[in-house]
């Protein structure tokens, strides 16, 4: 299984990008996000949401972006609003499956400029 993530590109500072990520075939998941890893950096949890609907966010993009997810068509989505320089990186989506499974996105890349 595989996801494949996509959306990324070059917008400027006070833009918007919207990501989405689909997965190759159905699973079972009951946890899906997505990451961030900007240049030098560690890889950086920045939103996820359960089957239930709960969802929560990295305290550098709350407010701005916003993760949605649909678990029966194994799709999530993240709407990144107010983007900043900051925000530049290469984000992965995830997911976690209920067999236990951590799958990952290829990476999209996101560059914000100044």
């Known amino acids: 299984v595989q996801l494949q993530a996509y959306g990324g590109g070059l917008v400027q500072a006070g833009g918007f990008l919207r990501l989405s990520c689909a997965a190759s075939r159905s699973i079972l998941s009951n946890n899906m996000g997505w990451y961030r890893q900007a240049p030098g950096k560690q890889r950086e949890l920045l939103a996820t949401?359960?089957?239930?609907?709960?969802?929560n966010y990295a305290d550098s993009v709350k407010g701005r972006f916003t993760i949605s997810g649909d678990f029966a068509k194994n799709t999530v989505a993240l709407q990144m609003n107010s983007l900043k320089p900051e925000d530049t990186g290469v984000y992965y989506c995830?997911?976690?499956?209920?067999?236990?499974?951590?799958?990952w996105g290829q990476g999209t890349e996101v560059t914000v400029s100044s």
């Open positions: 949401i359960t089957r239930g609907g709960s969802t």
């Open positions: 995830t997911a976690h499956t209920l067999g236990g499974s951590d799958l």
